[in-house]
């Protein structure tokens, strides 16, 4: 009789939740993931993307062994070889390109594919020691965190349990029944002793129909509405006068910038009508116990850092930051603040080398001087992930690019590779995981033993380096030690715990986690709502000009805005493999649709100079009029990667990243991957 055990683990993916998970393994295999109702934040239970997880393990597109590719680039057709060879032909290719081209002729591409410490930033030590070009990892939260940056320093966001005691939970530019799902139970919690949820976002999303009040913003639009609601906080003389004296510095200027500005800049800016922002204002004047919790989301256009710190601000100017029962502001929890030199060697480097900002992939790839010879991917799927997916695209179709992938089953990315290598999934290994949506830190130990022949990164890049014959100390170390080492003396990590009983399982709570959110009671920080040192950037929070929202001569040739948020069955690309054929939707206001000639259910072709793809139109009142919402990053549907007559690479239809763009945001070098002008026509 087959005997079942259970294996505590945690879940790797680029999720706030970090949920504590049980594996149920049985003959050596995964047979089902269930929720560990020991973990105080998850509690017993996790997302339905995550249960359908052993599937992936074992399903055919997993890559289990290396590959050479034997079709044309992008073709997906591979032999076999085997590690050695592998290992072999990356390193006499490596150095045949550093000498031919130098260091900085390769490029390292990697993410959070995988969110265990140790793996993902595995490749670092190797990469400065070969001195190749650095990646400017910026995908997702570089403008949100620069932006929170700016007014609270390296401030903590206040616990997630804290909102359990809130009368008002404000869900700013974050879809909670999607992308936070565990954070609902304290909405949930505080519901039931009467308070309100109001949900402030482009369309009206999941929670924002679980809601209590929504509010229709227009996308980029949130300083608008945030300055707006301070104004008349100040003209009702509503503001937190005590908590602002104490703890923060600049609000005379701040306050007399909102108020020298015409209530017509807020209203056109935001989109939200002045009665509105003044009901708004009313609101949080009148519900000391708020909860503000951010989302990245609203960070990805072009004045996405200002909305951060245009929202902080006014949870400043509410006194929000003292913390106390039911009150707070989450962005992102900073709960642990390891020091990620221990992980990634930057003192391995003999030189600085340049650095590429990943959201400009396309650009690396098709015209950076001197040129990328070789792209080396894991933990990622630029091809579907990254902006500008046409240009991203014709860069893996160079002849001349030497392309690496590591990678656990057949992505986009993974189609390109010459050199295909087989990667473990989180089951198979040993890392570190810490959530960024609240305070707990743990160890997880590799349930089962590795499909086919897959290595982790860390395997990876440790036995690669041996090849390449470096033999600092840091290629000997093991994932344990590497894991000891980055927990000894962590910043965050509670005194009086021991590093070896969290290898054994124990979860760790921050030490910067206070039961009531006080993060501001020992008066050591102090919010900043004037920068006189940040020029060129603004001082304070303010209105600025939109980017591609704001240019004249793209609305007039592409009307529609576009956003592009998170799927509830995807997480960002991951799962597409579950999908194939699935197109995604659309939501086009009724309006809208009208005017386009598109009825509900049509096939529609979205475009712009950059490229185009095909969605499902679904004609709905839960978007507004010009915004297009195009939720998930699904993976393209083969016949829609046709060339048509001309061979112009436009003809393809990509995935939903051929529309968006390489522009950076304002702050912090982010992608503005909800700042999109497009044209909508029915198929
Ligand atoms: N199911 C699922 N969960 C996920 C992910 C996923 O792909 N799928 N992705 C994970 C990752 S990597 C991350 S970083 C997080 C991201 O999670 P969040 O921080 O929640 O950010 P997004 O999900 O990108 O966007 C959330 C909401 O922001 C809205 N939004 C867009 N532009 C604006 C704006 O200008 N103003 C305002 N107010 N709102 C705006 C969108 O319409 C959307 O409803 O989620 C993680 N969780
Ligand atoms: N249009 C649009 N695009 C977006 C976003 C959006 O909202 N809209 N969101 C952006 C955001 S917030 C983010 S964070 C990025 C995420 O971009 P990525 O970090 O690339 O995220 P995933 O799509 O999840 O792809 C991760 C890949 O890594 C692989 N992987 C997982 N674990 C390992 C491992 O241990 N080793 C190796 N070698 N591979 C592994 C997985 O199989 C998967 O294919 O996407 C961004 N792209
Ligand atoms: S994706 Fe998020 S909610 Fe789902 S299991 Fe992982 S951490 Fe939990
Ligand atoms: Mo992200």
């Known amino acids: 009789m087959a005997i079942k055990i259970q294996k505590k683990t945690i879940c790797p993916l680029d999720c706030p939740d970090t949920c504590g998970m049980l594996a149920t393994v049985e003959d050596g295999r995964v047979v089902a993931l269930h929720g560990d109702k020991d973990h105080p934040y998850?509690?017993?239970?996790?997302?339905?993307?995550?249960?359908?997880?052993?599937?992936?393990?074992?399903?055919?597109?997993?890559?289990?062994?290396?590959?050479?590719?034997?079709?044309?680039?992008?073709?997906?057709?591979?032999?076999?070889?085997?590690?050695?060879?592998?290992?072999?032909?990356?390193?006499?290719?490596l150095k045949a390109i550093c000498?031919?081209?130098?260091?900085e002729s390769i490029l390292p591409y990697s993410y959070a594919g995988n969110m265990g410490a140790v793996n993902r930033f595995a490749g670092y030590p190797f990469f400065h020691r070969l001195g190749t070009s650095r990646l400017d990892q910026t995908i997702c939260s570089a403008a949100s965190g620069?932006?929170?940056?700016?007014?609270?320093?390296?401030?903590?966001?206040?616990?997630?349990?804290?909102?359990?005691?809130?009368?008002?939970?404000?869900?700013?530019?974050?879809?909670?029944?999607?992308?936070?799902?565990?954070?609902?139970?304290?909405?949930t919690h505080a519901r039931k002793k009467g308070a309100r949820l109001l949900?402030?976002?482009?369309?009206?999303?999941?929670?924002?129909?679980?809601?209590?009040?929504?509010l229709q913003v227009k996308p980029g639009g949130d300083s608008g509405l945030a300055l707006g609601v301070m104004k008349s906080l100040i003209e009702k003389n509503k503001i937190d006068q005590q908590f602002i004296d104490r703890h923060t510095e600049g609000f005379a200027q701040q306050a007399a910038y909102v108020m020298a500005r015409d209530w017509e800049s807020f209203v056109s800016e935001s989109g939200v009508a002045k009665d509105e922002i003044e009901e708004l204002a009313a609101l949080l004047a009148g519900a000391p116990r708020t909860f503000f919790r951010i989302g990245i989301g609203l960070s990805r256009n072009s004045r996405g850092g200002m909305s951060v710190r245009a929202i902080a601000s006014l949870a400043a100017c509410l006194g929000l930051f003292a913390g106390g029962k039911g009150r707070g502001v989450l962005l992102s929890s900073g709960a642990f603040r390891g020091d990620k030199g221990k992980l990634t060697y930057p003192d391995l480097a003999s030189a600085p080398t340049r650095i590429v900002n990943m959201i400009q992939l396309g650009h690396a790839l098709t015209a950076l001087d001197p040129p990328v010879k070789a792209l080396i991917v894991y933990?990622?799927?630029?091809?579907?992930?990254?902006?500008?997916?046409?240009?991203?695209?014709?860069?893996?179709?160079?002849?001349?690019?030497?392309?690496?992938?590591?990678?656990?089953?057949?992505?986009?990315?993974?189609?390109?590779?010459?050199?295909?290598?087989?990667?473990?999934?989180?089951?198979?290994?040993?890392?570190?995981?810490?959530?960024?949506?609240?305070?707990?830190?743990?160890?997880?130990?590799?349930?089962i033993e590795p499909v086919g022949e897959a290595w982790s990164n860390f395997k990876l890049f440790q036995s690669l380096a041996l090849k390449m014959g470096f033999n600092e100390p840091v290629f000997q170390q093991s994932c344990e030690e590497r894991i000891v080492d980055y927990l000894t003396d962590m910043p965050g990590f509670p005194a009086g715990c021991a590093v070896q009983d969290v290898l054994a399982g124990s979860l760790v709570h921050s030490a910067y986690s206070s039961v009531d959110g006080r993060v501001l009671a020992d008066g050591t920080h102090t919010l900043r709502l004037l920068s006189p040192n940040s020029v060129p950037e603004p001082t304070m929070a303010c209105l600025t000009a939109a980017g591609e929202f704001g240019d004249p001569d793209l609305q007039s040739r592409y009307p529609f805005r576009l956003i592009t948020p998170p799927h509830p069955d995807l997480l960002n690309s991951t799962f597409g493999e579950f999908y194939p054929g699935t197109r995604g939707s659309v939501l086009v206001h009724p309006e809208d649709a009208a005017m386009c000639q598109v009825q509900d259910g049509d096939t529609v072709r979205l475009s712009n100079g950059r490229g185009q793809t095909k969605r499902l139109a679904k004609v709905t009142t839960d978007t507004g009029r010009g915004v297009l919402v195009a939720e998930g990053i699904f993976w393209p549907v083969e016949e829609d990667a046709e060339v048509a007559g001309n061979g112009s690479e436009n003809a393809i239809h990509g995935g939903i990243?051929?529309?968006?763009?390489?522009k950076l945001t304002d702050m912090g070098g982010g992608a503005?991957?909800?700042?999109s002008l497009v044209s909508l026509a029915k198929i």
Request: net charge positive; proline share 6%.
């Open 42 to 93: 998850t509690a017993g239970f996790i997302c339905r993307k995550m249960r359908r997880y052993p599937e992936r393990l074992y399903c055919a597109q997993r890559i289990l062994y290396p590959q050479l590719r034997v079709g044309r680039k992008g073709a997906g057709e591979f032999r076999r070889i085997d590690w050695q060879q592998a290992l072999d032909i990356l390193a006499a290719r």
């Open 99 to 103: 000498q031919q081209y130098g260091g």
């Open 146 to 187: 620069a932006g929170w940056q700016k007014q609270c320093g390296n401030l903590p966001g206040c616990p997630p349990e804290n909102a359990a005691d809130a009368e008002l939970i404000v869900a700013w530019g974050i879809n909670i029944k999607v992308t936070n799902v565990h954070f609902w139970r304290y909405v």
């Open 199 to 214: 949900v402030i976002d482009p369309y009206c999303n999941q929670t924002g129909k679980a809601a209590d009040n929504y």
């Open 379 to 447: 933990n990622s799927n630029p091809m579907s992930v990254n902006p500008d997916g046409a240009m991203v695209r014709r860069g893996l179709q160079r002849e001349d690019l030497f392309t690496v992938v590591h990678e656990q089953v057949m992505t986009p990315t993974a189609k390109y590779a010459d050199l295909l290598l087989p990667a473990t999934i989180f089951l198979e290994n040993l890392d570190v995981y810490t959530g960024y949506g609240h305070f707990y830190l743990g160890v997880a130990q590799p349930a």
């Open 657 to 662: 990243n051929d529309l968006t763009s390489q």
């Open 672 to 675: 503005t991957f909800h700042e």
